[in-house]
């Protein structure tokens, strides 16, 4: 029973705040989402990283641990995704970003927190911390197909894992008012970011219920099987297996949907979008079941 009481713990929060903005959004459906994802985008998610990566225990070795697993997940994903849309008669370029770069950060961060505490928040970070490498690098260069730097360059989230990277490498110990400025404002982040995660999802829509249910499978439930794999390969164990296990689950990323906007056909953001949609709603089902997995095989 206790376990049971555990999982409402985790899962309860992060869906209730997703189902506030969720009423926001069809509440008023001029709500106006740029404040938030300019505070995010520049301030709330550099600010998340560093205090996730620099004050929750995490080593230099552990972080880049986790950064290879992270790559060696995506890799996985990126061939399973190739597989369906081939199968599917999809893009393959182009729709491929939501298969390979999952929502580790909105849905991820937060569930990592509340199952494993401060620790599973730090390894979570260093998974979401590649996420939001390949959201800039290759996410841009699938949907554009071109490189563009500038995007990278401008990037704060990319600056703040550099410098958590120098602060972990040296040993650098945080100032406190540092640690607790970063703490109060990725707390607030936290709850941002879900908030417009229900938001979007109010006005996103279903093109293709079909293509994007079966795209939908390969994400939320392929995902946890790859994170078996990867948890046994690597002989993990405790909370960092758990972590993984977690964050190789997530449904696909909403980035995925901004960045495709920018650079994509309308087709092609359509059934970004679809899949955003339905692969969220799925995980709704699925992530209690993968955190009772997580902390019944990895506590």
């Not at 939501?98 to 991820?108: D, E, K, Q, V, Y």
Request: proline share 4%; hydrophobic share 55%; with cysteine.
């Amino acid at each position: 029973m206790e376990l049971y009481y555990k999982i409402f713990e985790v899962v309860f929060p992060v869906f209730f705040i997703i189902w506030i903005g969720f009423f926001v959004g069809k509440k008023d459906k001029k709500f106006d989402t740029d404040f938030i994802t300019n505070f995010a985008g520049k301030i709330g998610t550099p600010a998340l990283i560093f205090y996730s990566i620099t004050s929750t225990g995490v080593t230099f070795n552990l972080f880049i641990e986790h950064f290879v697993y992270a790559l060696f997940a995506i890799t996985i994903f990126a061939l399973v995704g190739l597989i369906f849309l081939f199968f599917l008669k999809k893009d393959l370029i182009t729709e491929l970003p939501p298969f390979i770069l999952p929502n580790t950060g909105n849905m991820g961060l937060p569930i990592c927190l509340f199952a494993y505490g401060s620790q599973g928040l730090g390894v979570a970070a260093a998974i979401a911390s590649v996420v939001v490498l390949f959201h800039f690098t290759i996410g841009v260069l699938l949907a554009s197909r071109k490189l563009n730097l500038k995007i990278l360059i401008k990037n704060a989230p990319v600056y703040a894992i550099l410098i958590s990277m120098v602060f972990l490498y040296f040993d650098i110990r945080v100032p406190r008012f540092i640690e607790n400025t970063t703490f109060l404002i990725s707390y607030a982040t936290i709850f941002l970011v879900l908030m417009s995660l229900g938001i979007a999802l109010s006005r996103l829509k279903v093109f293709s219920f079909t293509s994007a249910f079966i795209s939908s499978i390969a994400r939320v439930i392929l995902g946890p099987l790859i994170g078996l794999f990867i948890i046994n390969v690597f002989n993990l164990s405790g909370y960092e297996a758990g972590v993984v296990f977690i964050q190789c689950s997530m449904p696909s990323a909403i980035l995925t949907y901004l960045v495709g906007s920018m650079y994509s056909s309308k087709r092609v953001v359509d059934s970004i979008a679809s899949m955003i949609v339905v692969s969220t709603v799925i995980s709704f089902f699925t992530i209690p079941i993968i955190v009772f997995i997580a902390l019944n095989l990895f506590s």
